[in-house]
């Protein structure tokens, strides 16, 4: 009676889109938990509180509009965590169970997305998300996995992937001509230990690459929706090609949130190992398929917005048509830019004396650091040092702040940091200097051991006093 519904040869890609999510949910939870007092916090960079206060809940539905605290938060971090544990280590629970479990890790990143303000503005937030509240629906492990969100889940991958493979086209020429990789693994958001090699490839395999990555988001999205073997194919394709991302670049949980969805389109033939053969299945209530065909044509009239950005000749990239941030649209790198700029913040302990230099955990400073793994996880405040160097307008709401909280020694905001140059008192000045970055060459860092060379520009924010900020 519900062969229709049921996918049963796609029982090892549930286990694994599952399982995977579950991983983003914890390291997204854990992210939350560590950076949230520095960041969002009632003494952090953009309260909370404050934001609240401005912002009614229809704008940003949130459980924090019934009450905040920063234990609350941690307390909310800390549920949520403990939830994608669960989620991880349990594949067979009652159905009623199960989704209330996912539902409750939805709801949790949701309030804290919703308050997030500059610091949760990126894509792969909206992208769990969406992911997220479909995984609701896809059933413990007593039950065939249900057709309608696989093929939902399959349909947020082509659009992750070709939004994505469009804005490029769309928007820069060096996507055009296949020189956008000359810059692009030099001048990305957050290097990584392989970034530097991958830069120094011969341009002659950096146009290769280029072109793989039009084939993989222009034309294997389509082939998501062929007839097996061809759509387990396609799915592979993606997933190595977001595997060649995560060693070449740190972009938080994004990779590792397309492989999740590439599985969705995988035949359980090729993913055996992933899971034992699986029991008889249950036959689906038929509430759960009420449930499931309505969260389908909600999607599909949700669809129209993304497919109307798509088509459209002004196209954006990772937009949110609604608070739920579901039906979403996506892409990423419709430009590149030519220069890496860095925006180095010092500070002096007294007027004339020596400005030492904060160390970020991830971005760029100390020529002599190699460039650390950091993906999956997600450095909040170093992402947006990155846009602040391309236009100063990104640090409007929150660069005052820090300039401030380092010259009282915050705590919570030093927290952020890899290394605060005043541990005993704070400076007396504060600036930020702007330099120019690019990766050393190999005859370079054989001489001196650098990773990069800079050059200064000029000042970016002068010498700053306390009584300066008053």
């Avoid at 040869?9 to 938990?33: D, E, I, N, S, T």
């Avoid at 949230?36 to 009614?56: K, Q, S």
């Avoid at 170093?382 to 236009?391: E, G, Q, R, T, V």
Wanted: net charge positive; with cysteine; proline share 8%.
């Amino acid at each position: 009676m519900w062969d229709w519904f049921s996918a049963p040869g796609y029982w090892a890609a549930r286990f694994a889109v599952q399982h995977l999510l579950a991983v983003a949910y914890l390291v997204a939870f854990a992210c939350a938990l560590r950076q949230f007092r520095g960041l969002l916090g009632e003494r952090g960079l953009t309260p909370i509180p404050r934001y609240l206060a401005r912002v009614p809940f229809r704008g940003a539905p949130s459980l924090f509009h019934l009450h905040y605290s920063d234990r609350f938060f941690a307390g909310v971090c800390w549920v949520g965590i403990a939830g994608s544990v669960l989620a991880l280590v349990v594949d067979f629970a009652p159905l009623w169970a199960w989704i209330v479990l996912w539902l409750l890790l939805w709801l949790l990143y949701l309030s804290i997305v919703n308050v997030g303000q500059v610091w949760y503005s990126f894509g792969w937030e909206s992208l769990l998300l969406e992911a997220g509240f479909l995984a609701i629906f896809l059933g413990p492990g007593s039950l065939a996995p249900p057709a309608p969100v696989l093929w939902l889940l399959t349909w947020l991958l082509f659009r992750v992937e070709f939004g994505a493979g469009l804005i490029k086209l769309r928007g820069d020429s060096c996507w055009r001509d296949f020189t956008a990789l000359y810059y692009h693994h030099e001048t990305q958001p957050m290097p990584g230990p392989l970034s530097r090699w991958f830069h120094l490839l011969p341009r002659s395999l950096h146009k290769v690459e280029v072109a793989a990555n039009h084939g993989t988001q222009l034309v294997m999205p389509f082939v998501l929706f062929a007839p097996q073997p061809a759509a387990t194919v396609a799915g592979l394709v993606v997933a190595v090609t977001q595997g060649w991302l995560m060693l070449s670049g740190n972009f938080a949980w994004l990779n590792w949130l397309t492989i999740t969805l590439a599985f969705s389109a995988m035949g359980s033939w090729l993913l055996r190992w992933v899971t034992p053969e699986p029991p008889q299945p249950a036959a689906p209530s038929p509430w759960f398929v009420a449930a499931v065909l309505v969260v389908a044509v909600v999607f599909v009239v949700l669809s129209y917005w993304p497919v109307r950005n798509m088509l459209g000749r002004r196209q954006v990239m990772n937009r949110s048509f609604n608070r739920l941030h579901l039906g979403n649209t996506y892409g990423a790198f419709g430009s590149v830019t030519r220069t890496r700029y860095e925006v180095i913040i010092e500070g002096a302990a007294a007027p004339g004396g020596e400005w030492l230099a904060y160390e970020f955990k991830g971005k760029p400073g100390d020529p002599h650091r190699r460039p650390p793994q950091v993906a999956p996880y997600h450095l909040r405040l170093d992402w947006l040092m990155w846009f602040l160097a391309i236009s100063p307008s990104y640090g409007r709401s929150w660069l005052p702040n820090l300039v401030e909280a380092l010259l009282r020694n915050e705590e919570h905001v030093l927290r952020l940091l890899r290394h605060n140059p005043f541990p005993e008192s704070p400076p007396r000045l504060v600036r930020a200097q702007f330099y120019r970055y690019r990766f050393a060459t190999r005859a370079e860092h054989r001489e001196t051991g650098a990773y990069w060379i800079r050059s200064r520009i000029g000042d970016f924010v002068p010498p700053l006093t306390l009584e300066d900020l008053e």
